[in-house]
């Protein structure tokens, strides 16, 4: 695949996605434009009638279609789902063109005086907001009747330029002659709702005032589920100790309430570009060729209302791309696969992980390369707080666990302890999560609302299974690791799943106990079962019970243990019986109120086993006068089969033993 070769011998924790899309690059008769809000990239052609291609990361097959020839295009932009395509010109209007059926073009003028359309954005499958420099007009396109009506109009002091985010979806416009005053609008279906407009904080304000704060700076994202708008502000490095530029983000709240709340600090000045990947802040810089990643919700960086931040990652190019010869194309003798210029200054950066080279022909999604970012954050317990809030991140968490047992990692048991804290905390959170979930459901069987969606479970999820499959198993089978600290690590996992009240499986306690074993460490394991450090199952009892040859307490062991259970009668009375202890197995079903239904038979044969017959006389007389509570008659049933230790009692104790019909 493109990029591969490179990348797999390079440090970089950033890449450009393997299958790029392709287009059409940007000539003399070909232009091309990017839709952030559908992710969409449009090779128009012209000539005659104008080719449209369209194509999207999300989507297999292009879209073709042509247009009519009316002017030059200034934007082009498809409707969600794809049945429209919205074309503007010129300042005054925006064309329609059904993409099915009928698809003759039908056109819209702004309904302003004297405004211009500065551009024009969907926020539904038909509706369409023009954005003019005295406001807003929100219409309803008919695409069946192939007209355009107008819903709702928004008027504002002289808007400079906008920015749109399909999040709401929510429009913010620029206004005032500085442009620092920004004013976000909340697009609803049929609606404009203007929401709290605030101002970016202007260092100087220059006399004549001119605009301060244009587009280029100012993007959306959202991070963490909320919404932010990210503002750059270039500053002039003057002195070594005066910093660089900086992003600050201001978070719109759904309540419409906007603040300044954190501040990227980048500690460099020139041409900058933000991506958000992953709900990290990534931030490239075209003179040195490398990009920054900031995390907001990482805990390292100052407190208050607003949090400053520095890059939590070393800052490093993106991995090197290969550029493949189109489909089709044929490599000659002289031809070679190329390597793509990264930060080119033909790269245009869009939200939120967006990257085209519009010379090349090449549209990219940045991805996080979670791997290499292991060898790059050495404190591990950072490094685990960063990896639990990405996507994809199990694999790599199993891994850096494994490092960090193996002693190929600096840490020791008191990392590991707060290691297996930060994932069972997770862990329990989801366990609680869908309990929840599941009590919900049973509650909405009666007639009740129904249940809410079923819970995603997240990457960041490590349960026993998996933690004992991939980690703990293996590293209690090495060779070179002191058993004593492997049942330090697995004593230490079993705490941490006892502080969050997840009871811990069976198999831990077995990993447990077989490595003590395996290494006769017998006053270990006693200690730990005498004390109920172990916690008590039928399993585990039956695991105890088959040490008895190599460790003989096992067996009582594992006796007390099934009688601290409750619901192990059964299986008390079959190890007593396998030990030849009837009288004992007797009287724990009597005690457990089971003696009137017990089968005579199998107490009979494990007596006659023993080869007691004082034992055998007890345990027959025992049931013949179970038979005759039971039944007014001493005698055993055809269908209890114990012919053959009635004749048995008798060859011993001879006939006149047998309790006469009374």
């Known amino acids: 695949m ?51 291609v369209v194509r999207g990361l999300d989507e297999k097959q292009p879209i073709s279609f042509r247009l009519e020839d009316k002017g030059e295009i200034k934007s082009i932009k498809l409707s969600p789902g794809n049945r429209i395509v919205a074309v503007q010109r010129s300042g005054k209007s925006v064309d329609f063109c059904n993409l099915m059926g009928e698809t003759t073009e039908y056109s819209q003028e702004c309904k302003g005086r004297n405004c211009i359309v500065l551009g024009f954005c969907w926020t539904s499958p ?66 404009l709702v203007k929401l709290t407009k605030f101002e970016v904080e202007v260092p100087v304000i220059p006399k004549p005032p001119r605009l301060c704060l244009t587009e280029p700076d100012v993007t959306t994202a959202v991070i963490y589920g909320q919404l932010y708008v990210l503002v750059l502000r270039h500053h002039i490095r003057t002195t070594p100790s005066q910093a660089g530029s900086e992003v600050w983000l201001y978070h719109l709240s759904r309540d419409g309430h906007t603040c300044k709340t954190h501040v990227l600090q980048l500690n460099s000045t020139g041409c900058f570009a933000t991506n958000v990947v992953d709900n990290l802040v990534v931030i490239h810089h075209r003179a040195s060729k490398t990009s920054m990643v900031f995390d907001i919700q990482f805990k390292r960086g100052s407190e ?26 044929s490599l000659g003798a002289g031809s070679v696969v190329t390597t793509c210029e990264l930060y080119s200054t033909s790269w245009i950066v869009f939200r939120p992980d967006i ?49 960090l047992l193996s002693g190929g990692q600096a840490g020791g048991l008191a990392v590991v302890s707060v290691v297996f804290d930060k994932l069972n905390s997770v862990y329990q959170e989801w366990l609680e999560t869908d309990k929840s979930y599941s009590a919900a459901l049973e509650s909405g069987a009666g007639g009740r609302p129904p249940a809410p969606h079923k819970p995603v479970r997240s990457h960041a999820v490590i349960d026993q ?8 198993a293996p590293f209690a089978e090495s060779k070179t690791i002191s058993y004593k600290f492997v049942i330090a690590v697995l004593m230490e996992y079993i705490r941490s799943l006892t502080q969050f009240h997840i009871p811990a ?31 008590d199952s039928k399993k585990l009892a039956c695991l105890m019970l088959s040490l008895e040859s190599c460790y003989p307490p096992a067996h009582q062991l594992a006796l007390d243990m099934l009688k601290r259970l409750s619901t192990a009668n059964d299986e008390i009375v079959e190890v007593l019986l396998s030990k030849g202890r009837v009288l004992a197995a007797l009287r724990c079903v009597r005690a457990s109120g089971g003696a009137d239904v017990v089968s005579a038979r199998k107490f009979l044969e494990a007596a006659s086993y023993v080869g007691d017959p004082l034992l055998f006389f007890c345990v027959f007389k025992f049931f013949e006068q179970r038979n005759q509570r039971l039944r007014n008659s001493p005698h055993f049933n055809p269908g209890e089969h114990c012919e053959t230790f009635v004749e048995y009692f008798k060859r011993i104790f001879g006939e006149d033993a047998i309790t006469p019909q009374q």
């Not at 392709?22 to 990239?41: H, L, M, P, T």
């Not at 954005?131 to 695409?143: K, N, R």
């Not at 808007?159 to 399909?166: H, I, L, T």
């Not at 990257?355 to 950072?382: C, E, F, H, K, N």
């Open 465 to 472: 299974s998996e933690m004992y499959t991939s980690v703990l």
């Open 505 to 535: 499986q069976h198999y831990l306690y077995e990993l447990v106990i077989n490595t003590l074993v395996k290494n006769n460490a017998f006053y270990q394991l006693h200690q730990l079962l005498q004390y109920h450090v172990l916690g």
């Open 304 to 329: 208050g209302p607003v949090k400053f931040h520095q890059p939590v990652l070393p800052s490093l190019p993106i991995c090197p791309f290969t550029i493949q010869p189109r489909a089709g194309a």
């Open 126 to 191: 038909n509706e369409i907001v023009f954005i003019t420099d005295q406001g807003l007009e929100l219409y309803q396109v008919q695409a069946e009747k192939r007209s355009v009506k107008l819903i709702k109009s928004m008027g504002t002091s002289f808007v400079n330029w906008f920015v749109f985010s399909s999040e709401g979806p929510t429009l913010l416009l620029s206004l005032t002659p500085l442009g620092n005053s920004l004013q976000p609008v909340l697009a609803k279906v049929g609606n």
């Open 2 to 52: 493109a990029g591969s070769e490179v990348c797999e011998q390079d440090g970089s924790y950033l890449e450009l996605c393997r299958t790029p899309v392709r287009f059409e690059e940007i000539s003399s008769v070909n232009n091309v434009f990017f839709d952030e809000a559908n992710k969409q990239v449009f090779a128009v052609r012209a000539g005659g009638a104008i080719g449209v």
């Open 355 to 403: 990257i085209m080279d519009a010379g090349l022909g090449y549209l990219w999604s940045l991805r996080l390369r979670l791997p290499r970012i292991v060898a790059t954050l050495p404190d591990r317990l950072q490094l685990i707080d960063f990896l639990l809030l990405r996507r994809d991140c199990r694999p790599v968490l199993l891994n850096v666990c494994s490092q």
